[in-house]
């Protein structure tokens, strides 16, 4: 049993920055693909990005492709999301995920987080 715990949201400008950390306890977190997701209020929960076990593969959604990076330090049981050039539709609460098929990608959740909450103000 893995339990994350996600950290570093607040509210921010339009076109400013902010950098996410999903902190992992309870399990062998190198052995987890982990998953970034978001939820705006009234709207269904959405992927945002992968990353794999090893850090060296990422995957993007299309609307935070180019603005939004992934990595991971498996030495510190840490995920991190960096959001640049944030909008107003970034306005959301991200949820980082760990995916324990074993599997080298992100293809599933199996644990979550609580979740932080950013907002984007124009």
């Known amino acids: 049993q893995v339990q994350l715990a996600e950290s570093g949201g607040g509210s921010v400008q339009a076109g400013g920055s902010l950098r996410l950390s999903c902190a992992a306890s309870g399990g062998t977190f190198s052995t987890y693909a982990m998953g970034w997701f978001r939820q705006a209020p009234g709207k269904e929960r959405e992927f945002v990005g992968g990353?794999?076990?090893?850090?060296?593969?990422?995957n993007y959604a299309d609307p935070v492709t180019g603005r939004f990076t992934i990595s991971r330090d498996n030495a510190k049981n840490t995920v991190y999301l960096q959001m640049n050039n944030l909008k107003p539709e970034d306005t959301a609460v991200y949820y980082c995920?760990?995916?324990?098929?074993?599997?080298?990608?992100?293809?599933?959740?199996?644990?979550w987080g609580q979740g932080t909450q950013v907002a984007v103000s124009s």
């Open positions: 990353i794999s076990r090893n850090g060296a593969f990422t």
């Open positions: 995920s760990a995916d324990a098929s074993g599997r080298a990608w992100f293809t599933r959740s199996d644990y």
